[in-house]
């Protein structure tokens, strides 16, 4: 790979598995991934899901963070609007002091939920309106000054902790640019605008303390096996969760029932969230991936694995490594 390959585990409670179990899962993924010599490994919010555990993120990324070592953690992001940006500056001011030099914070402005729990989470409709201000506010309690008079986080003045912004639109590489800070695209979920909203950031891009050149992350999902067979299989396994994610009101679908839907126009959604997909051996991954570098005219990427349970993810991870020539063990 001419890029560092980073994770982005989604904590999936694959069917028939506890919360309790995937959080085992992904203390041995970014354990593994430690060992292997990727660069991060990130945590997204999401609420409501019930197949997402990682909804309290920076508890979980506290737990990740005990049972590794070196290897950094963060956020994928933090629905920066669901919170304040005082209670968010010393939660991950508390990680950087307990596990220094290791923890990344990006920021989103999406509720990661719906309507209902957006109202159950207190959040006010407007409050993404205010996602820049809440940024520099958060940003100030970090690294200082404050922007709240009398106000200081503690811990988490002084800190430092790095900010990303996430998007998978303009507005957040327009606002990356003009903060100076890296952009994350997610174009492993919404991949329609990505390459417009990277030529923008670069265009853009206004250098600062904390970053002097532009610097794009951008999302791809990835299943590699040890057959073109198996990782074709399990893809189609992650499509038809996902129609159960997104069309299923807490009802899972047969697999009959979720191939119709995907060959619905409804269900072709689902195909085209997962455009940007490197699903087969390592070599053919590879390829792809490097592709997907150049397309997205990307500095990083980060993956997240896709395949079914503990086990084939791990093994993914593994494959990757290898085949990317960044395997140390």
């Known amino acids: 790979m001419t890029v560092p390959l980073s994770i982005l585990d989604l904590a999936t409670i694959a069917k028939g598995q506890t919360a309790a179990e995937s959080f085992a899962g992904s203390v041995a993924m970014a354990q593994r991934a430690e060992e292997l010599g990727y660069s991060r490994v990130w945590y997204a919010e999401h609420h409501n899901m019930s197949s997402i555990a990682s909804s309290a993120t920076s508890v979980l990324i506290a737990h990740i963070a005990a049972n590794t070592?070196?290897?950094?953690?963060?956020?994928?992001?933090?629905?920066?609007?669901?919170?304040?940006?005082?209670?968010?500056?010393?939660?991950?001011?508390?990680?950087?002091?307990?596990?220094?030099?290791?923890?990344?914070l990006g920021l989103g402005r999406a509720p990661g939920s719906d309507q209902n729990t957006m109202r159950a989470l207190r959040?006010?409709?407007?409050?993404?309106?205010?996602?820049?201000?809440d940024v520099l506010e958060l940003q100030g309690y970090?690294?200082?000054?404050?922007?709240?008079?009398?106000?200081?986080?503690?811990?988490?003045?002084?800190?430092?902790?790095?900010?990303?912004?996430?998007?998978?639109?303009?507005?957040?590489?327009?606002?990356?640019?003009?903060?100076?800070?890296p952009y994350a695209f997610a174009s492993h979920f919404a991949p329609n605008a990505l390459q417009d909203a990277v030529a923008a950031y670069r265009r853009e891009f206004k250098p600062s303390a904390q970053l002097d050149a532009p610097h794009v992350i951008a999302g791809v999902n990835v299943i590699a096996a040890d057959s073109a067979a198996e990782a074709q299989s399990m893809f189609q396994a992650t499509k038809r969760a996902r129609v159960s994610?997104?069309?299923?009101?807490?009802?899972?679908?047969?697999?009959?029932?979720?191939?119709?839907?995907?060959?619905?126009?409804?269900?072709?959604?689902v195909a085209q969230m997962?455009?940007?997909?490197?699903?087969?051996?390592?070599?053919?991954?590879?390829?792809?991936?490097?592709?997907?570098t150049a397309h997205a005219d990307a500095d990083e990427l980060i993956v997240a694995h896709q395949s079914n349970g503990t086990e084939a993810r791990l093994r993914s991870v593994e494959l990757l490594a290898t085949a990317a020539g960044m395997a140390r063990v």
């Open 69 to 104: 070592s070196s290897i950094r953690l963060g956020a994928g992001g933090v629905m920066l609007p669901n919170h304040s940006p005082l209670t968010i500056a010393e939660q991950f001011g508390t990680l950087e002091t307990l596990h220094p030099g290791r923890i990344d």
């Open 123 to 133: 959040r006010d409709p407007m409050s993404a309106d205010s996602f820049p201000q």
């Open 142 to 181: 970090l690294t200082g000054p404050t922007r709240i008079h009398g106000v200081e986080a503690t811990p988490g003045k002084g800190t430092n902790v790095p900010l990303y912004i996430l998007g998978s639109s303009l507005f957040g590489a327009r606002l990356a640019a003009q903060l100076g800070l």
């Open 245 to 269: 994610l997104f069309f299923g009101n807490g009802r899972v679908f047969t697999d009959d029932e979720a191939d119709m839907i995907l060959d619905s126009p409804q269900g072709q959604h």
């Open 274 to 292: 997962m455009k940007y997909s490197a699903i087969g051996t390592p070599d053919v991954v590879m390829d792809y991936l490097d592709e997907f």
